[in-house]
């Protein structure tokens, strides 16, 4: 079973930045980040393949950047001019693919992020 472990997150002023890590325990196909705010459903953000194809949610794009260094099996979210909707809990996500909830094979602790003034 592969271990994500996340870092990042916190607190920011709307218009801020902050950047998310997730670290896996071994090689892995498609890695990215799920959120889920209260009273809402969980949501895919971004996730990047080994090869560098990225995707992205409509609420994020030109805000967001994932990328990940394979040598370290590590995946980074650039998350810039933050939204106080941006809020929500942050997890990293890991499989074959990540496109659907039940296509991933291990989440992470989940980290929190809060967009306010």
Do not use: H
């Amino acid at each position: 079973q592969v271990q994500l472990v996340e870092s990042g997150g916190g607190l920011v002023q709307p218009g801020g930045s902050l950047r998310l890590s997730c670290a896996a325990s071994g090689s892995i196909l498609s890695m990215g980040w799920y959120r889920q705010a209260p009273g809402k459903q969980r949501e895919l953000v971004a996730a990047i393949t080994k090869g560098g194809w990225t995707n992205y949610a409509d609420s994020v794009k030109g805000r967001f950047t994932i990328s990940r260094d394979n040598a370290k099996n590590t995946v980074f979210l650039q998350m810039n001019n933050l939204k106080p909707e941006d809020t929500a809990v942050y997890s990293c996500a890991a499989g074959v693919g990540i496109s659907t909830l039940a296509s991933v094979g291990a989440w992470g602790q989940g980290t929190q992020v809060t967009v306010s003034s």
